[in-house]
T-cell receptor
């Protein structure tokens, strides 16, 4: 079945340092979504990328979708303590349904103030 | 407007008992999903409802798990004869399906139900 892999599993940074998480799919994706889950909270949608090579920015967050549409990355510039949480990528299930998502296991980011 | 709500927020039960978890999706959302998240782990897909179509039950871990969605709105996840390994946070999400390929079909998650099986 389809696999969505994320690395690293954990990342600890000093406040002000940059952070990147990578997402790789075993199959080509029509789109990829990113979610953030704060400690004790629930996942919240951040963004969706659809086009090959697409780059989108949200303030200090930069999202990229690979040319082959099999990988994606999330980069945070100058991390803040408010960035703490687990970041998940998710892609549509390759089994047929474009509405069912396969989530990566997430990258837990902790920030030392 | 209200988001996705789930009840109860916490449930402690004894091994072997049945539990029912409820999800109220965002009004008008046609798709509803159930996930399970164990401590520090990712999201494990359980089941998916879309409109009047037959649900996708491919993620249910055993026949002790079942779910229904009444009237295309509220959903109930039932776990029979609970086991300790069922302890986890059960998350419900809903989505407004706009189109097949312009699929900004982001999922809106509820706060989850934390299930503890003693």
């Amino acid at each position: 079945g389809q696999q969505v892999m994320q690395i690293p599993q954990y990342q600890h940074v000093q406040e002000g340092e940059d952070f990147t998480t990578y997402c790789n799919s075993s199959t080509t994706l029509s789109n990829i979504q990113w979610y953030k889950q704060r400690p004790g909270g629930h996942p919240v949608f951040l963004i969706q990328l659809v086009k090959s090579g697409e780059v989108k920015k949200q303030k200090r967050l930069t999202f990229q979708f690979g040319e082959a549409k099999k990988n994606s990355s999330l980069h945070i510039t100058a991390t803040q303590t408010t960035d703490v949480g687990t970041y998940f990528c998710a892609g549509p299930d390759s089994g047929g349904s474009n509405y069912k998502l396969t989530f990566g296991k997430g990258t837990l980011l902790t920030v030392n103030p | 407007g209200a988001g996705v709500s789930q009840s109860p927020s916490n449930k402690v039960t004894e091994k072997g008992k049945d539990v029912e978890l409820r999800c109220d999706p965002i009004s008008g959302h046609t798709a509803l999903y159930w996930y399970r998240q164990s401590l520090g782990q990712g999201l494990e897909f359980l089941i998916y409802f879309q409109g009047n179509s037959a649900p996708d039950k491919s993620g249910l871990p055993s026949d002790r798990f079942s779910a229904e969605r009444t009237g295309g709105s509220v959903s109930t996840l039932t776990i029979q004869r609970t086991q300790q390994e069922d302890s986890a946070v059960y998350l419900c999400a809903s989505s407004l399906i706009r189109s097949t390929y312009l699929s900004y079909n982001e999922q809106f998650f509820g706060p989850g139900t934390r299930l503890t099986v003693l």
